[in-house]
């Protein structure tokens, strides 16, 4: 089993899960409990992935950081996205494969993938000592963008971004999920192409 640890990125949210943590008498599980494994493009995962709240940074295996930040929901006529701030940093004496980032529906096999109009690019190896900062802009699962020709079913709570680590064998191990608050998700929703 990987680790992935959480650490907060502003001084009042650490505060705040240390004192939730002290004050229960147990680890607080908004940051440290795990996800069970999910069925992702029809197979199950061994992995677990940790829960996230936007805005903490994850600490991916092989000191790869990710931070997903502001889950902004958009759209146009094609259909909804979700445009979400991100940085990676390689912590590591190498270069590191960057994750894959897409949206999961509750109860869904399918993974959304990114606009290429998106400033982040996630694709090659981040050097060692490096990061990368930008914007992704995410489709729900099933947008016609790819190739699906017909119209988008509702994304069912608790929708998800998630991290996936890129496994030499082309398999996707999700490694983080950053909840999608309800009311974004119901945004995303109503605007997605029917």
Same mark, same amino acid.
């Given at each position: 089993m990987r680790a992935v640890t959480v650490r907060a990125t502003?001084?009042? +949210?650490a505060l705040a899960v240390v004192l939730v943590a002290c004050t229960?008498? *147990? %680890?607080s599980g908004m940051v440290t409990s795990l996800a069970p494994?999910? @069925?992702?493009?029809?197979?199950? $995962? +061994?992995?677990?992935?940790s829960t996230v709240p936007a805005g903490l940074s994850a600490m991916l295996p092989d000191q790869v950081a990710i931070t997903v930040a502001s889950l902004t929901p958009g759209g146009d006529d094609l259909g +909804?996205?979700?445009?979400?701030?991100?940085?990676?940093?390689? %912590?590591?004496a190498h270069s590191? %494969? $960057?994750?894959? !980032?897409? !949206?999961?529906?509750?109860?869904?096999? @399918?993974?959304?993938?990114? *606009?290429?109009v998106s400033t982040l690019s996630l694709s090659g190896e981040l050097p060692a000592g490096a990061s990368r900062v930008g914007t992704l802009m995410l489709l729900l699962p099933g947008d016609r963008r790819l190739g699906g020709g017909g119209g988008v079913a509702a994304c069912p +709570?608790? &929708?998800?971004?998630?991290?996936?680590? *890129?496994t030499h064998t082309g398999g996707a191990s999700p490694l983080v999920r950053v909840p999608i608050p309800e009311q974004v998700l119901a945004r995303?929703? &109503?605007?997605r192409n029917k």
């Open positions: 502003t001084m009042a +949210a229960s008498g *147990r %680890h494994a999910m @069925t992702v493009g029809g197979s199950r $995962l +061994a992995s677990t992935a +909804a996205w979700l445009t979400i701030d991100v940085r990676v940093d390689n %912590h590591s590191q %494969h $960057l994750p894959s !980032i897409g !949206i999961v529906c509750a109860g869904g096999s @399918t993974v959304g993938l990114h *606009r290429v +709570a608790p &929708a998800v971004v998630q991290v996936f680590e *890129r995303l929703n &109503a605007t």
